[in-house]
C-alpha cells in the first residue's frame, strides 16, 4: 500500500472530545524531500494532528502511519522513525543539556562512542555549545527551543515533526533553525507546523492549510499565493481560513 | 528492560540534582531518630533491639512516602514533558516501573542512612541481627507498597498537593484496617472473612509479622501484589490520560 517514498500517510485522519471534533477526516501524505508547512489559525487541529501521528494522543477515526509503521498498532517501530518536537519544546529543567541529550540517547539505544558522537553532532547543529552544561531551567527561551530541537534530530530520524519550531527565537536564531531544516531536507520528510506564513515560503515545499479540523488547501506555496490577486499569503490565509 | 534501567537513572538523577533528596534524608533520618529516642524510649526500655525504630515506620511513611511519591507523575503532566516521554520509544510500563523502582531505591538510601542506629544498639548490647535485618527488608517492603499507592495516585492528577493528599488519604486507609480500634469496630457483627479482609488488606498486620523477624510468604505476597495492582493500575491510568 505505503511506497517507499511515502513517509507519512494520514488517512481519514479524525479526532472528537466530546462534542467537539477537533480534527475532521484529514487525508494527506508527505514523500521524502519534503517540507510540508502545516498552517492554520491557533485551534484549527494543527498540533492535534501531531500529537496523534508522533502517538502521543489516541485516535478516533482513521489511520496514520510513518514509514510504512501504523502509529497505533504498531506505536514503538513507528516512534523509532519520528523526530518530534512538542508544542513549547517541553524539558527537563533540573537536567543539564548534557544529561539530557544523554537520556534522549540512551533511550533511543544508542551507548558509548556512538551516543557521544550523536550528541556532539545535534549539540554542533543547533550551536548549543554554550549551554551544554548547563541546567535547561536556567537557559533562554530560544536555547531551549533549540535543546528541543536537538533531542529531536538526535537519532537523525527519517520523518521529523516539529510543532512551531521557531517560536520564541530571534530573527537570527530563526534564520539558523530554517537554514538546519533546509540542509536536512532531501533525506527526510518533514513537518513543520507555523502561523508565521513567511516561513513558508522561506523553508517549505508544500503548504497544507487547515480550518476548524477540515483540511482547506494543499498545494504549493506558489499555488496558494497566486490564489489571491494580492498575491499575499495573509490574504490568501484569511480567506481560506474564515469563510463559512 | 533497557529501557527500565534508563528511566531508573534519570529519576535517580532528578531527585539528587534538586534539593529533594537532601530535605527528605534529612528529615527522615531526623524525624525517625526522635521517635525512636523520645517517643520510642529507646534507652529506657533496655531492650536490645530496634522495634522503637520500626514501629514508627508505617506512621512515618504516611506523610514521607508521597511527598517522593507525588512529583512522579503530576510533574510530568504539569510541565508537560509526559508528552515528550510517551512519544519515545518505551512501552508505557517500562515507564511506569522505571518510576516506581527509581523512587523505591531513593527510599532504600534513606533506610540506609539509619545506619548509626544499628551500630549503637550493637555496640550497646547484643541484639538479634537476623531480626533487625528482617525488620530493614520489611520497611522497604513496606515503603514499596507505599510507592505503588502514590505513583499510582500521582498519575491522576496534575497537581502535586492533591496527588499527596490523596497518596496519604489511602494510605492512612491501608494503615489504619489494621488498627485493634477499627478490629473492633467490625467485631461482634461482621463475620469472620470481612473481619479477617480487613485486617489483612493493612500495611500494619503484615509489617508487624515481618518485624518480629518472620519473612512469611503470605506477607510477602500480600506486598507483592499490592505494589503489581497499583502499578498496573498507574500504566492503564497514563495510557488513559494520555493528552488530556
Known amino acids: 500500500m505505503n511506497r517507499p517514498d511515502e513517509m507519512i500517510s494520514i488517512q481519514g485522519l479524525t479526532k472528537r472530545f466530546d462534542a467537539l471534533t477537533a480534527v475532521d477526516n484529514i487525508t494527506f501524505s508527505v514523500k521524502r524531500g519534503e517540507v510540508l508547512g502545516f498552517l492554520g489559525p491557533n485551534g484549527a487541529g494543527k498540533s492535534t494532528t501531531m500529537k496523534m501521528v508522533t502517538g502521543y494522543l489516541p485516535i478516533t477515526s482513521g489511520h496514520a502511519s510513518v514509514c510504512g509503521y501504523d502509529v497505533e498498532n504498531h506505536a514503538l517501530e513507528s516512534r523509532r522513525h519520528v523526530g518530534y518536537l512538542p508544542e513549547g519544546a517541553p524539558l527537563y529543567g533540573d537536567m543539564t ?16 562512542v556512538d551516543k557521544k558522537r550523536r550528541i556532539d553532532l545535534s549539540v554542533q547543529r543547533l550551536g548549543l555549545e554554550p549551554v551544554f552544561n548547563r541546567p535547561i531551567e536556567t537557559l533562554s527561551k530560544g536555547f531551549k527551543r533549540r ?7 538526535l537519532h537523525d530520524p527519517e520523518v521529523l515533526i516539529l510543532d512551531e519550531p521557531t517560536d520564541g527565537l530571534d530573527p537570527n536564531q530563526k534564520f539558523q533553525v530554517r537554514e538546519l531544516i533546509k540542509n536536512m531536507a532531501a533525506e527526510k520528510a518533514i513537518v513543520i507546523s507555523t502561523h508565521i506564513l513567511e516561513e513558508v515560503t522561506a523553508v517549505c515545499t508544500r503548504a497544507v492549510i487547515i480550518a476548524n479540523g477540515r483540511l482547506v ?22 480567506e481560506l481560513t474564515t469563510k463559512h | 528492560m533497557r529501557y527500565v534501567w534508563v528511566i531508573i537513572k534519570r ?60 512529583r512522579l507523575w503530576a510533574e510530568e503532566r504539569k510541565t508537560g ?45 547484643e541484639p538479634d541481627n537476623g531480626v533487625i535485618l528482617a525488620s530493614y527488608i520489611g520497611s522497604l517492603v513496606m515503603a514499596g507498597g507505599y510507592l505503588a499507592i ?45 473481619l479477617d479482609t480487613v485486617r489483612n488488606l493493612s500495611f500494619l498486620t503484615h509489617f508487624n509479622v515481618i518485624v518480629r523477624g518472620v519473612i512469611d510468604l503470605r506477607d510477602v505476597i500480600y506486598f507483592a501484589s499490592l505494589i503489581g495492582v497499583f502499578l498496573y493500575v498507574n500504566a492503564a491510568i497514563v495510557d488513559l490520560t494520555r493528552g488530556s
Not at chain 1, 147 to 153: D, E, L, P
Not at chain 2, 185 to 191: R, V
Open chain 1, 97 to 112: 543539556t548534557e544529561a539530557f541529550l544523554g537520556f534522549i540517547a540512551e533511550v533511543r539505544g544508542f551507548k558509548g
Open chain 2, 11 to 70: 529519576e535517580l538523577g532528578a531527585y539528587f540534582s534538586t534539593p529533594l533528596a537532601y530535605v527528605f534524608i534529612c528529615i527522615f533520618l531526623g524525624l525517625s531518630g526522635a521517635l525512636t529516642f523520645f517517643v520510642g524510649n529507646f534507652f529506657e526500655r533496655g531492650q536490645a533491639d530496634l522495634n522503637s525504630f520500626f514501629n514508627f515506620h508505617p506512621w512515618l511513611y504516611l506523610f514521607l512516602i508521597p511527598a517522593v511519591s507525588m
Open chain 1, 217 to 238: 488547501f494543499d498545494g504549493t506555496p506558489e499555488a496558494l499565493a497566486s490564489r489571491s490577486p494580492s498575491r499575499h499569503l495573509d490574504d490568501v490565509f484569511r
Open chain 1, 147 to 153: 535543546v528541543g530541537f536537538a533531542q529531536a534530530i
Open chain 2, 81 to 125: 514533558t509526559v508528552e515528550l516521554l510517551l512519544t519515545l520509544p518505551t512501552p508505557i510500563w517500562a515507564v511506569v516501573i522505571g518510576k516506581f523502582l527509581a523512587a523505591w531505591s531513593f527510599i532504600a538510601i534513606a533506610l540506609i542512612f539509619t545506619f548509626p542506629l544499628w551500630i549503637t544498639v550493637n555496640y550497646l548490647g
Open chain 2, 150 to 194: 502514590g505513583s499510582c495516585l500521582s498519575a491522576v492528577t496534575k497537581n502535586q498537593v492533591i496527588a499527596f493528599i490523596l497518596t496519604a488519604v489511602v494510605c492512612f486507609l491501608f494503615l489504619m484496617s489494621g488498627v485493634e480500634l477499627v478490629q473492633s469496630f467490625f467485631q461482634g457483627w461482621a463475620p469472620d472473612f470481612v
